[in-house]
């Protein structure tokens, strides 16, 4: 089975300013990876996806995720983020079932 | 709109009480999951099927069933509901072909006292 693990709950930044949430993963099996974001009392949405190929990959919003083999890592980040940004964050690793991280609570200031 | 419909969307429940969460897709999904989501924990797959008259236990499955009676529905039950299972849970849905991405429906937010 594959794990997930975001590595902080709670990334407060200010509006304009760059953010980057953290994801590692741990697999013995070749894996897809995913971001869901979830708005306030909101299902999950797909913000991106990597399957294969490039391993940067851009989503929606202005979101972009860079896929490390080597480090296992599958990090979002977005350059300037808005207010609207405000959303909690899922990372998920799908290899022989699909697995969820904990979440990234990312509140935008402003 | 096309998507996953959920039914609550939220519920209070006595302990003891049966409950069954409701979740019905129109996109002609194969594969269909329920999940639920708690603080700090993310979410744990409780039950899937990945066609019509299949389903399997997930990560978190007692004191939960499920059946998939059609394509469209995929019930979740909870024959005699404990405070523990009070939680957000949410449906999705997958097309077998459609690289693994999942969608998910707006969930029902129970609370089992």
């Known amino acids: 089975a594959q794990s997930v693990t975001q590595l902080d709950s709670q990334v407060p930044v200010f509006e304009e300013a760059p953010v980057e949430l953290r994801c590692n993963y741990s697999?013995?099996?070749?894996?897809?990876l995913f971001w869901y974001v979830q708005y306030p009392n909101q299902g999950l949405q797909l913000l991106l996806k990597?399957?294969?190929?490039?391993?940067l990959v851009k989503g929606i919003n202005g979101f972009e995720a860079e896929f490390n083999k080597s480090q296992t890592s599958f990090h979002l980040r977005k350059p300037s983020v808005h207010i609207s940004d405000t959303a909690e964050y899922f990372c998920?690793?799908?290899?022989?079932?699909?697995?969820f991280g904990a979440g990234t609570r990312l509140t935008v200031k402003p | 709109i096309a998507g996953i419909t959920q039914a609550p969307t939220s519920q209070i429940l006595a302990a003891g009480r049966r409950m069954t969460l409701r979740c019905t897709q129109d996109?002609?999904?194969?594969?269909m999951y329920w999940y639920r989501q708690d603080l700090g924990l993310g979410l744990r797959l409780i039950h899937y099927?990945?066609?019509?008259?299949?389903?399997g236990k997930g990560e978190v499955p007692d004191g939960y069933s499920v059946s998939r009676a059609n394509t469209d529905d995929f019930p979740l039950t909870l024959a005699s509901a404990v405070p523990s299972q009070t939680s957000v849970y949410f449906c999705?849905?997958?097309?077998?072909?459609?690289?693994?991405?999942?969608?998910f429906g707006a969930g029902t937010r129970l609370s089992v006292l």
């Open positions: 999705a849905s997958r097309v077998q072909l459609a690289k693994n991405i999942q969608y």
């Open positions: 697999s013995s099996v070749s894996v897809y």
């Open positions: 990597y399957l294969s190929g490039s391993t």
């Open positions: 998920a690793v799908r290899g022989s079932d699909m697995r």
């Open positions: 996109m002609r999904h194969n594969a």
């Open positions: 099927s990945n066609t019509a008259g299949t389903t």
